[in-house]
């Protein structure tokens, strides 16, 4: 599992993590809500060692984020999409999914090829698997950017605002995607805005405000008017995100 312990975190006087505590086991999927600067990005920053924590401790898998070592480790067993693709436009689809399972992994890349292909066949890029990522659409490029994330077989999937540059029609396509990993098992950690496509596919749902954890609930339960919908923070900004 994934573990938090007690994590604090900040910017110069700012406090973006204040003592977080969260578990996510296997076949979870928890998707973590909050207004932005309510420290969800960062969390999972903190969760691939992208960031250096203040205090406390993760571990993934009982491999702790903190230590060098054992960090290459947790990130052979996590994956990360951010928001903004990061693809490298000089290598078209199929290779920017090939390169972490061949120098990583040490996938031969003929094996590492195969499995891309597969992977890009499923999300509907077959066709596209030799394209460039400046000849694909956001959201094409988005499913490549989930597709090297699978190809290096994570048991943990971090997804961070994945669909905020994107249009509705290409949030569409990338969200079904998810709802098909989802349905697969895949455990999956899931930064969003996307507030009814949470509650679809979500087991659990954590709230953060101004760097706490509020509420970390079960999914029915987060929804409910006298559960999560009870707390008046909770019921404001699900009432503004609803408007907007």
């Known amino acids: 599992m ?6 604090r975190k900040s910017f110069g006087s700012a406090t973006v993590l204040d003592g977080i505590d969260l578990e996510v086991h296997r076949g979870e999927v928890v998707s973590i809500l909050g207004s932005s600067g309510s420290g969800k990005s960062t969390l999972v920053r903190c969760i691939n ?3 250096k924590l203040d205090g406390g401790r993760i571990t993934v ?3 702790d984020v903190s230590h060098p070592k054992q ?3 947790a990130r052979k067993r996590s994956a990360t999409v951010f928001q903004l693709f990061n693809l490298y436009p000089h290598m078209t689809a199929v290779q920017n999914v090939t390169l972490a399972p061949i120098q990583v992994l040490k996938q031969s890349r003929t094996q590492a090829e195969s499995a891309a292909r597969a992977l890009l066949d499923s999300v509907g890029l077959g066709a596209r698997a030799d394209a460039y990522p400046a000849q694909l659409s956001g959201g094409q490029r988005q499913r ?4 090297r994330a699978l190809a290096m077989k994570p048991s943990y999937l971090l997804l961070d605002e994945i669909t905020s540059a994107l249009d509705p029609e290409m949030t569409a396509e990338v969200l079904s995607i998810l709802a098909r990993l989802a349905k697969t098992g895949t455990t999956m950690v899931f930064v969003t805005h996307e507030i009814e ?8 749902i954590v709230f953060l405000d101004k760097g706490q954890l509020v509420v970390d609930l079960p999914t029915g339960q987060f929804f409910a008017p006298d559960g999560g919908m009870s707390k ?5 900004f699900l009432s503004k995100m609803r408007k907007d």
Request: overall charge neutral; aromatic content about 6%.
């Open 49 to 51: 060692g992208l960031e």
């Open 232 to 236: 008046p923070r909770i019921a404001q």
């Open 197 to 204: 496509f949470a509650r679809t596919i979500s087991s659990r």
């Open 61 to 63: 898998d009982d491999f």
């Open 144 to 147: 490549v950017g989930i597709c």
């Open 71 to 73: 960090l290459a480790e």
């Open 2 to 7: 994934i573990s938090v312990r007690g994590v």
